[in-house]
Nanobody
């Protein structure tokens, strides 16, 4: 059974940082490029970042470039998203997904709220 469990969200002030984690089971994690997507209130899914199987190539949406860093630990079947310099417009539910499934993430997501 495929499972992706996101964690690490919370309430943070503007300029703060959070580190999201995604624990994966039920498929060969190291064989798949992975991605983070988010959904803000009243909006559709927005792609945030991707990482290739070995972690050697990453990509970011312009809205987060220079502030967010994606990484993975294939030995731990875990995907990460380090988020720095957070802004109120980063408020959203964040999901991890296989790259090819980014439009239909399977997990419950983790809520990130940036507010003073």
């Amino acid at each position: 059974q495929v499972q992706l469990v996101e964690s690490g969200g919370g309430l943070v002030e503007p300029g703060g940082s959070l580190r999201l984690s995604c624990a994966v089971s039920g498929f060969a994690f190291s064989y798949y490029a992975m991605t983070w997507v988010r959904q803000a209130p009243g909006s559709g899914l927005e792609w945030v970042s991707y990482i290739t199987t070995g972690g050697d190539t990453t990509g970011y949406a312009d809205s987060v470039k220079g502030r967010f860093t994606i990484s993975r630990d294939n030995a731990k079947n875990t995907l990460y998203l380090q988020m720095n310099s957070l802004r109120p417009e980063d408020t959203a539910v964040y999901y991890c997904a296989k790259w090819e499934e980014w439009r239909s993430p399977r997990g419950q997501g983790t809520q990130v709220t940036v507010s003073s």
